[in-house]
């Protein structure tokens, strides 16, 4: 046998397992690295509510549920905003009010839109009470497409 082919042959025995832990250890870490950036990223989800459906109203809210569940409340930023027939779901007597004032606890912004809520006075006369914790945004679809350019997902359910 000749000392090329020896010299070959035992370049082959190291460099097999070598080359194969080499390449279970870059499978290793490009796993790695997905799950890491997966773990870190930050979900943005605006939802509207623009009906005064008790069910859509529902749905919305199971909806940004849901995602924290999926994601993590530290994991998923989720602003409910609510004009129009929707405002009625933010209004402190609404049958919701004790379920928004939970979720508000649990990191979900909601949002009831102003431009709403000055024609409620203006026809009825009585100001909108707006259940704790919810803010509210000069014009609900302008905070809707400041959120979407903000790179915030939308929804309507």
């Known amino acids: 046998m000749s000392y090329a082919k020896i010299f070959s042959s035992s370049i082959k025995h190291v460099l097999t397992p070598l080359l194969i832990a080499f390449l279970m250890l870059a499978v290793f870490n490009s796993n790695n690295v997905n799950s890491t950036e997966k773990e870190e990223k930050r979900h943005q989800l605006v939802i509207q509510v623009s009906t005064d459906d008790p069910r859509t109203q529902k749905i919305a809210m199971n909806n940004a ?67 704790e914790g919810v803010e509210s945004v000069t014009a609900g679809v302008a905070r809707i497409m400041e959120l979407q350019e903000a790179g915030y997902a939308y929804i309507r359910p």
Do not use: H, W
């Open 65 to 131: 549920v849901n995602l924290q569940k999926l994601y993590g409340i530290d994991n998923v930023d989720i602003e409910i905003v609510a004009y129009g027939p929707g405002l009625g779901m933010l209004s402190s007597k609404n049958e919701y009010a004790s379920r928004i004032r939970s979720l508000v606890a649990q990191d979900i912004t909601f949002s009831a839109c102003m431009n709403t809520m000055n024609n409620i006075k203006k026809k009825t006369g009585k100001e909108v009470v707006l259940t």
